[in-house]
């Protein structure tokens, strides 16, 4: 067989078992898949599960990687000119990859397998965020007034919770654009003005 052909037949025998896990997990939670539920649905052998993946824990952490690998892919050319603005494309490519591979982003966020699927894309999308942070910080010659690290979680904590609401409705309530540009509106300007309100915040008595 040639090589192509080989590699052909695992990215389709992992594909099978991947779309498996997550089709099960959405219908009745990964706790109670086994390597057997998803071998049956994915119409393989249980030694051609072992072949590839040690356990369903294994298959899972693959899943999560091989999305963020796919995300990574389809950022890269946007990265460089976010690291100099505020774009909003990154965040858009983020929902229409999502919206191409929705079933895993859905089981991710849903916090399945005991939220380790969750905590490893969150953990990856924060330190990504941080990076660009940093650098468009020190290309425009700024110091951030909080932590990079705090505002990196709190960009990507509304990014993900706007996207579970997103990808959960059907039909999605709004267009990805819209989507997007609210929240890009949101970082650039804040919630005060997203409420409503004109001017300068009040500032609070700390008393």
Same mark, same amino acid.
């Given at each position: 067989?040639?090589?192509?052909?080989?590699?052909?037949?695992?990215?389709?025998?992992?594909?099978?078992?991947?779309?498996?896990?997550?089709?099960?997990?959405?219908?009745?939670?990964?706790?109670?898949?086994?390597?057997?539920?998803?071998?049956?649905?994915?119409? #393989?052998?249980?030694? !051609?599960?072992? %072949?590839?993946?040690?356990? %369903?824990?294994?298959?899972?952490?693959?899943?999560?990687?091989?999305?963020?690998?796919? #995300?990574?892919?389809?950022?890269?050319?946007?990265?460089?000119?976010?690291?100099?603005?505020?774009?909003? %494309?990154?965040?858009?490519?983020?929902?229409?990859?999502?919206?191409?591979?929705?079933?895993?982003?859905?089981?991710? #966020?849903?916090?399945?397998?005991?939220?380790?699927?969750?905590?490893?894309?969150?953990?990856?999308? !924060?330190?990504? !965020?941080?990076?660009?942070?940093?650098?468009?910080?020190?290309?425009?010659?700024?110091?951030?007034?909080?932590?990079?690290?705090?505002?990196?979680?709190?960009?990507?904590?509304?990014?993900?919770?706007?996207?579970?609401?997103?990808?959960?409705?059907?039909?999605?309530?709004?267009?990805?654009?819209?989507?997007?540009?609210?929240?890009?509106?949101?970082?650039?300007?804040?919630?005060?003005?997203?409420?409503?309100?004109?001017?300068?915040?009040?500032?609070?008595?700390?008393?």
């Amino acid at each position: 067989m040639p090589p192509e052909a080989g590699d052909r037949r695992v990215r389709r025998t992992r594909r099978l078992l991947r779309d498996a896990l997550v089709s099960l997990s959405l219908e009745r939670g990964y706790a109670t898949v086994t390597v057997e539920d998803i071998t049956e649905r994915a119409d #393989l052998g249980r030694a !051609t599960f072992y %072949k590839h993946y040690t356990d %369903k824990d294994d298959l899972l952490d693959r899943v999560v990687t091989d999305l963020l690998d796919e #995300l990574q892919d389809r950022l890269r050319p946007l990265v460089q000119a976010s690291e100099v603005g505020f774009t909003g %494309k990154p965040a858009l490519e983020i929902f229409r990859h999502a919206d191409d591979e929705r079933d895993a982003y859905r089981m991710i #966020l849903r916090g399945e397998g005991d939220g380790r699927a969750l905590r490893q894309f969150t953990r990856a999308q !924060t330190e990504a !965020t941080a990076e660009v942070f940093r650098a468009r910080a020190e290309h425009e010659g700024v110091t951030p007034r909080i932590s990079v690290d705090v505002l990196a979680r709190a960009w990507v904590g509304e990014q993900l919770a706007v996207l579970s609401w997103w990808l959960e409705e059907d039909p999605r309530p709004m267009p990805p654009e819209d989507a997007t540009r609210m929240l890009l509106d949101l970082s650039l300007r804040g919630r005060y003005w997203a409420n409503g309100f004109e001017g300068e915040p009040p500032v609070p008595d700390p008393a």
